[in-house]
């Protein structure tokens, strides 16, 4: 690709704003739908119906890709996002919000296998990858953050009615990315590249490959328990109405997108290893401070409120941090195949934590939230030391 990375750089940050809040609006739908008298059971399940195509998608996706060409692929994805979102306001059933997820999903497996290519097929030091990942990945913080805050905005007004009005919005912002990646050259090495050696995971059977895709899982796996569920757990446990809850969950998004941003200025100076235990322990102590706050003070202390949102900062660059590792040491020949990989085993750790923390809000144990995601963290703490130290051996 020849294409420099400062010229694409803002319609791929563009490109993440809009996927993150086409998924990350899931905390609405579920809060909204939970409103009308929608179980919390089918609601668990509805995180299925995005996550399940994605990790059904990306390998097919990996094809797709290779004949159309990423660029061509990556405006496709943008294109379909855009029309679903402006159909989304005039359908009222609940069936049609599974349809739409479900396409969501597909469209984003396609959309984060290109961009991850396009970055990989740009850089090959793992820490200017962690730097423009971050950077990248921030922009997916910042769509959390305004997701909350326009529907916030329009679900406390006398417009509450016609909050799926703001999905309108995100289809102009896609209809502006694709104009952007109209204007641009990606040039792109045509190989051919036989089916067999497409979808060849053989050189991905090691130890270090399989723990990084456990600790993808478990990252993905605790930022779900935030994502979705944090505004409903706000309001059903911590009692405070629609809107702060959703704007007391948007400044978890506003940390996020500080730590990822603070992490691609500074990452240069630390060891990966070292930047991401740090950050780990950092998590576990204030989930501790949370947990004892529940259990010694008041299990609806409105501490916890201002707490959760700080967890972001230090959470965030886990994710882009991680990746960053890996893909550097990844071929360029088959950073798609993985980047797929990838894509199924965090849509797999995103369905799995929805269903569980569902379950959780069902039987009314939330007096246990913090302590379960407490506990989430400690078993990733683990699992990352062994694949650190794996991390020695070549792939």
């Not at 996550?51 to 159309?68: E, G, M, Q, R, W």
């Not at 529907?151 to 799926?164: D, M, N, R």
């Not at 204007?183 to 090691?206: C, H, P, W």
């Not at 991401?276 to 259990?295: N, P, S, T, Y």
Request: hydrophobic residues 55%.
């Amino acid at each position: 690709m020849t294409s420099k990375l400062t010229n694409i750089s803002l319609p791929l940050k563009l490109t993440f704003l809009i996927f993150s809040m086409v998924l990350n609006c899931m905390g609405i739908v579920i809060l909204q739908l939970s409103e009308a008298k929608i179980g919390f059971e089918k609601l668990g399940f509805l995180e299925s119906f995005k996550d399940v195509p994605v990790a059904i998608i990306s390998l097919f996706a990996v094809h797709l890709i290779s004949k159309t060409g990423t660029k061509n692929a990556l405006m496709m994805s943008l294109a379909i996002v855009g029309i679903c979102s402006s159909i989304l306001p005039f359908v009222e059933v609940f069936w049609f919000y599974k349809l739409w997820f479900a396409i969501i999903g597909t469209c984003f497996a396609i959309g984060k296998i290109c961009v991850f290519g396009i970055i990989r097929n740009m850089m090959t030091n793992e820490k200017s990858l962690a730097k423009t990942m971050n950077n990248v990945e921030a922009s997916f913080m910042v769509g959390t953050f305004f997701v909350n805050i326009g529907f916030g905005w329009l679900i406390s007004s006398k417009y509450t009615e016609y909050w799926k009005l703001g999905f309108l919005f995100i289809s102009f912002l896609s209809l502006i990315t694709i104009l952007l990646f109209a204007r641009l050259r990606i040039s792109e090495e045509k190989k051919k590249v036989s089916n067999q050696a497409m979808y060849d995971f053989s050189g991905f059977i090691t130890p270090s490959v399989i723990l990084f895709f456990i600790v993808i899982f478990s990252i993905v796996f605790v930022e779900q328990t935030f994502n979705s569920w944090l505004p409903s757990y706000y309001k059903n446990h911590l009692k405070v109405n629609s809107f702060f809850a959703l704007q007391a969950s948007s400044f978890l998004a506003l940390f996020s997108y500080i730590g990822r941003t603070v992490t691609a200025n500074i990452i240069h100076r630390f060891s990966l290893n070292a930047y991401f235990i740090g950050c780990l322990v950092l998590v576990i102590f204030i989930l501790c401070i949370i947990v004892g706050a529940q259990f010694f003070h008041s299990e609806d202390s409105r501490i916890i409120l201002f707490l959760f949102p700080v967890i972001g900062f230090f959470l965030s660059p886990l994710y882009p941090v991680v990746n960053s590792k890996m893909i550097s040491r990844i071929n360029k020949e088959q950073i798609n195949l993985f980047t797929s990989l990838i894509i199924i085993f965090s849509s797999l750790g995103s369905s799995v934590s929805s269903i569980i923390i569902s379950l959780l809000f069902k039987n009314q144990l939330l007096v246990y939230y913090s302590s379960y995601i407490l506990f989430i963290i400690v078993v990733l703490s683990a699992v990352s030391l062994l694949y650190f130290k794996f991390m020695t051996k070549k792939i």
